[in-house]
């Protein structure tokens, strides 16, 4: 599965074993000692320098010191109380506290910047032993059990209860935390109790309680427990699943896919609107990090493979599958008066009337760094990636899928753009249509503006077609934008310079209109400090964050 994370979670596992012979003879000034190491790239950054060594089997490893794992490496300590500590690649962890004192008293205090821990404590050698871990918002510990600890780059712990005694301890409180359940410490906040997902049953189940929060810990499909009767074609006689919330009553808590999938998901509601995983995410509703994989979806409007209607925020997520309807239809969100950030589509977008790749219709929402595959047809007011921009922007963002449209405001990007802004994207798609068709947007109208972006796909229509804008009417503006005039096969646009192949590669065409870009020596290599790249004479620009 590829993974959408923007923020890395690195993982360590403590596991409980009978430790090797070898091993009891270990030093009670030294309790952890390097026990295996597997590929390369594993070193070790010995307490009080800056030098970084080479680790080695037998290595002990004392209180302030770090040990890191690369990308494909892993390596596994062994501490002298019978546990162990696995670092999987691309690892990194500081020893805080460590000692095992005469009368048997454990302290084993782990400092986690970032990732994913399992610790795991075979006993509680006596009541003064401490096994800890020390997270960006307060702390997580442990009384003879067994617990996971994530923490991701903005700080916030997800800490969880495998077995036994579990509390968590942020702000001054102090929470236990239930069996097979979760926490969250955001910092500055005291620890919240969170729900953990597993199977198609436990995800039916949010329904009645739409504003809690949730984390899937596993993928979902069809092999999964629960999906005959609640996710699959037989299910509620016929339909599928059946959306969580309601129009008046969205989706307001978090709702973290953790990278997971869930697979499979069949609805055939063309009766119904608001349709998808979510029929609607209120109002401070976030759903992050989940893909969707082999997705089937008929609706009536406001239909998407994740969520129906958005008002919340939709952040590094994915869909992959086929949406069909009648209006306002999005591979990945229906209608979005939210955010949608860092996410992507694949597959088929089918309907009537305001059809996009990734949103059907943007209504004063955000859409950024995020695109589209999808291939999308319909009536009118398809785009690449958004049917309709009404008073939303749309941002360091592209499109590649065909744009098909049988009548008018038909664009590889945005169909149209009412009063809204499209700035720094771009479309290669394929776009044909009727009236007011573009490479990059069909209509631009009631001051939309369109800035710093381009189109390169083939366009074609019956009339006011255009290399980058179909029409630009009521105040439209575009500036410093480019189309491609032979890749194209349009000479003119209702907006926007005409650009031959050779000039569309040349990075002073962009750099003299002011955009934020610069050279690179390939594709492979990214200059995040830049919203552009481009490999000079070689590329078209494309986002410095794209894959």
């Known amino acids: 599965m590829e993974s959408l994370r923007r923020t890395k979670l690195l993982s360590i596992v403590c596991l409980s074993i009978l430790l090797p012979l070898a091993l009891v003879g270990c030093q009670e000034s030294s309790p952890l000692i390097v026990y295996s190491i597997t590929g390369a790239n594993v070193s070790v950054c010995k307490a009080g320098t800056a030098d970084w060594i080479e680790a080695e089997i037998g290595m002990a490893l004392e209180q302030g010191d770090i040990i890191r794992s690369g990308n494909s490496s892993n390596a596994e300590i062994a501490c002298i109380d019978g546990s162990t500590v696995e670092l999987q ?197 976030v759903i992050r990090d989940i ?35 009648w209006g306002n239809l999005g591979g990945l969100v229906g209608f979005s008066y939210g955010t949608v950030i860092s996410s992507r589509s694949s597959g088929s977008v089918i309907g009537d009337w305001i059809v996009g790749g990734l949103v059907g219709h943007n209504w004063e929402g955000t859409v950024t760094n995020s695109y589209s595959t999808s291939s999308v047809s319909g009536q009118h007011e398809v785009g690449g990636l958004v049917g309709e921009n009404i008073r939303g922007t749309v941002s360091n963002s592209y499109s590649s899928g065909n744009a098909t449209g049988e009548d008018w405001y038909i664009g590889g990007l945005v169909g149209t753009n009412n009063n809204a802004t499209v700035t720094n994207s771009y479309s290669t798609s394929s776009v044909s249509g009727g009236s007011h068709t573009g490479g990059l947007v069909g209509l631009n109208v009631l001051g939309g503006a369109v800035s710093n972006s381009y189109s390169k796909g083939s366009v074609s229509g019956s009339y006011s077609v255009g290399g980058l804008v179909g029409e630009n009417i009521s105040g439209g503006t575009v500036s410093n934008s480019f189309w491609d005039t032979q890749t194209s096969g349009q000479a003119t646009s209702a907006g926007g310079t005409g650009k031959n192949t050779t000039e569309m590669q040349d990075m002073t065409t962009f750099s003299g209109a002011t955009w934020n870009i610069t050279a690179v020596a390939n594709p492979d290599i990214r200059n995040l400090a830049y919203i552009w790249n481009i490999v000079n004479s070689v590329t078209y620009p494309f986002l410095s964050w794209q894959p």
């Not at 994989?293 to 997520?317: A, H, M, R, Y």
Request: glycine residues 16%; hydrophobic residues 40%; charged residues 15%.
């Open 291 to 325: 893909g969707m994989t082999n997705v089937t979806v008929t609706g009536q409007i406001n239909v998407g493979c994740l969520v129906g209607e958005n008002n919340g925020t939709v952040v590094d997520s994915y869909a992959m599958g086929s949406v069909n309807g």
């Open 89 to 285: 690649a691309g690892t990194e962890i500081q020893v805080a506290s460590l000692a095992i004192t005469d009368t048997g008293s454990a302290t084993i205090v782990l400092n986690q910047i970032i990732g994913s821990i399992i610790f795991r404590v075979i006993r509680i050698i006596d009541p003064g032993s401490r096994y800890e871990v020390l997270v960006p918002g307060g702390a997580v510990a442990a009384r003879g059990s067994a617990m996971q600890v994530t923490v991701t780059e903005d700080g916030t712990t997800q800490a969880c209860n495998l077995e036994g005694n579990i509390w968590a301890i942020a702000q001054g409180v102090e929470l236990q935390i239930p069996q097979g359940q979760c926490c969250i410490i955001r910092l500055g906040q005291p620890p919240e109790l969170i729900i953990i997902v597993r199977t198609w049953y436990d995800l039916d189940a949010i329904r009645n309680n739409l504003g809690s929060d949730y984390t899937l810990v596993s993928n979902l499909n069809s092999t999964t427990a629960g999906y005959a009767e609640l996710a699959s074609s037989m299910a509620n006689g016929g339909k599928g699943w059946q959306p969580i919330g309601a129009v008046d009553n969205g989706f307001t808590g978090t709702f973290d896919g953790q990278g997971y999938e869930i697979g499979d998901l069949f609805l055939d509601r063309p009766d119904e609107g608001f349709t998808g995983l979510f029929r609607c995410v209120g109002d401070g509703g």
